[in-house]
């Protein structure tokens, strides 16, 4: 990528959790300066470096943006929609500060204002869509950790909301809890396992 071309990289964190929002993150650095040190696809970064990360990437970039997709829409419209409103949304704020939009995967959201390519594994290549990936993962697994505070019994805080033995247990024995997407199968299961226990 030329130090001359103003991307905007734009990552997801959350697509496939039984619990909890889809949060979706562009970031645009300024052209031409030294890039961050220590970027790297939110998935191979420990906790601890991506939240030494987020605020620098803030303070560094030229543009950035973070859209939280509720429980709410991703239920009512299907998380595939969701997560490319969200992209939607992002775009529209940070578009103008860059050359280029690209986005980590392989759809490109309809009803763009620009120009906008996928790009599979971009995360791992492109540093404006490392430090996407940051944003939206640090963003979405703090907010785990308040639904972990408000319903402890799910374990939210270890699982950040995927489908681990833990998280499916507290699931079948409770049932679920507002933070879960009941579009979900195993949700649904859930829920109907409680209904048919008379819960």
């Known amino acids: 990528m030329s130090g001359d071309v103003r991307v905007a990289g734009v990552d ?15 970031v645009v650095f300024p052209a031409g300066r030294a890039p961050l040190n220590g970027l790297d696809d939110s ?21 950035w943006s973070i859209e939280v997709v509720s429980v709410e829409v991703i239920d009512s419209r299907n998380i595939l929609q969701a997560t490319l409103h969200g992209m939607r949304c992002v775009i529209a704020q940070v578009h103008s500060f860059a050359d280029e939009v690209r986005i980590d995967g392989n759809i490109v959201p309809s009803d763009l204002p620009c120009e906008a390519t996928a790009w599979v594994g971009g995360d791992a290549r492109c540093r404006s869509m490392m430090a996407a990936s940051i944003l939206a993962k640090v963003t979405r697994d703090r907010i785990m950790m308040d639904l972990d505070a408000a319903f402890p019994q799910y374990g939210f805080a270890s699982h950040k909301g995927y489908g681990s033995p833990q998280h499916l247990a507290a699931l079948r024995a409770l049932g679920p809890c507002p933070a879960h997407r009941r579009s979900y199968a195993p949700v649904q299961a859930a829920q109907i396992e409680q209904t048919s226990l008379g819960f």
């Open 12 to 26: 997801e964190a959350g697509r496939g959790p039984l619990a909890g929002p889809v949060v979706v993150a562009a």
């Open 43 to 63: 998935k191979q970064l420990t906790a601890r470096k991506r939240e030494q990360l987020y605020p620098r990437i803030i303070e560094r970039a030229l543009a």
